[in-house]
């Protein structure tokens, strides 16, 4: 059995005064490898919330070009359905599907065909003015010629006068240029060009162009007249075919006729 006794109560007291600094500094270690191991710890969860974000951001950024894109193409459509409802004709909706990877050749697929009745020689618009027409018909698609394509031509006529001209394509999207236009016509820049209806294959009054220059040189016979085309041929995606019902009429009174036959 132990004696406690006072007698050396003040000797320890002074002995653990003098203990406390040494077991300060045997307890520096462990401290620091706590803190070690939450600072990495701590850098680690940060970092791992760091990607998260950044994943988060990106979902969200998506989303939000999503939704523009969707804002974007409501209007484009609202545009068109204001394009349709200046037509006389019959219209069909179509949407570019694909673009000819050769870049001499302006054209473009939609996803319509034969079984919505669509047929060679087809005008085909967009929101803005007349784009081309079709050269090729599948059941479920069909190909579009562009009139910017060089080996295309339209009749047209100056809105403002009725001067009457052929717009071919240049090869230029953003270009067409009309052919044996008299040094004296009547042609302004800023002039509206649209389709003659001469030739029946575009009915009469379709947009085609916007003259952007005309140069006159007086020793040549005919002036030089660059239009910009009105149809956006290079970021329209949905399109209108316009059915020309005198067009249909005629075929179809001759198909009557050919099967009385």
Same mark, same amino acid.
Request: no cysteine.
């Given at each position: 059995?132990?004696?406690?006794?006072?007698?050396?109560?003040?000797?320890?007291?002074?002995?653990?005064?003098?203990?406390?600094?040494?077991?300060?500094?045997?307890?520096?270690?462990r401290?620091?490898?706590?803190?070690?191991?939450?600072?990495?710890?701590?850098?680690?969860?940060?970092?791992?919330?760091?990607?998260r974000?950044?994943?988060?951001?990106?979902?969200?950024?998506?989303?939000?070009?999503?939704m523009?894109?969707?804002?974007?193409?409501n209007?484009?459509?609202?545009?068109?359905?204001?394009?349709?409802?200046?037509?006389?004709?019959?219209?069909?909706?179509?949407?570019?599907?694909?673009?000819s990877?050769?870049?001499?050749?302006?054209?473009?697929?939609?996803?319509?065909?034969?079984?919505?009745?669509?047929?060679?020689g087809?005008? =085909? &618009?967009?929101? %803005?003015?007349?784009?081309? +027409? $079709?050269? @090729?018909?599948?059941?479920?698609?069909?190909?579009?010629l562009l009139?910017?394509?060089?080996?295309?031509?339209?009749?047209?006529?100056?809105?403002?006068?009725?001067?009457?001209?052929?717009?071919?394509?240049?090869?230029?999207?953003?270009?067409?240029?009309?052919?044996?236009?008299?040094?004296?016509?009547?042609?302004?820049?800023?002039?509206?060009?649209?389709?003659?209806?001469?030739?029946?294959?575009?009915?009469?009054?379709?947009?085609?162009?916007?003259?952007?220059?005309?140069?006159?040189?007086?020793?040549q016979?005919?002036?030089?007249?660059i239009?910009?085309?009105?149809?956006r041929?290079?970021?329209?995606?949905? =399109? &209108?075919?316009? %059915?020309?019902?005198?067009t +249909? $009429?005629? @075929?179809?009174?001759?198909?009557?006729?050919?099967?009385?036959?």
């Amino acid at each position: 059995m132990g004696i406690y006794t006072p007698w050396l109560k003040q000797v320890r007291q002074q002995l653990n005064f003098l203990t406390v600094p040494f077991y300060q500094v045997t307890d520096i270690p462990r401290r620091i490898g706590e803190w070690g191991n939450t600072a990495f710890s701590s850098e680690k969860d940060l970092r791992a919330e760091n990607e998260r974000l950044k994943i988060e951001v990106l979902i969200y950024q998506r989303k939000q070009q999503q939704m523009a894109a969707l804002a974007a193409e409501n209007v484009r459509l609202r545009q068109l359905l204001n394009g349709k409802d200046m037509l006389q004709d019959r219209v069909l909706i179509a949407e570019l599907i694909g673009v000819s990877p050769n870049p001499l050749s302006h054209i473009v697929v939609i996803n319509r065909g034969s079984r919505e009745g669509v047929y060679e020689g087809q005008p =085909v &618009l967009d929101a %803005f003015g007349l784009m081309g +027409q $079709i050269i @090729e018909v599948d059941e479920n698609t069909s190909r579009v010629l562009l009139i910017s394509d060089s080996t295309h031509a339209i009749p047209v006529q100056v809105n403002r006068n009725g001067v009457r001209a052929i717009a071919e394509g240049t090869g230029d999207l953003n270009r067409l240029s009309l052919r044996h236009v008299s040094i004296n016509a009547d042609i302004r820049e800023g002039d509206v060009l649209v389709s003659s209806g001469l030739g029946e294959r575009f009915p009469v009054g379709y947009p085609v162009a916007e003259v952007e220059q005309v140069v006159r040189n007086s020793g040549q016979a005919f002036a030089r007249v660059i239009a910009r085309p009105m149809a956006r041929l290079d970021r329209s995606r949905h =399109v &209108l075919l316009v %059915f020309d019902t005198h067009t +249909q $009429i005629n @075929e179809h009174g001759a198909s009557s006729k050919a099967a009385d036959q």
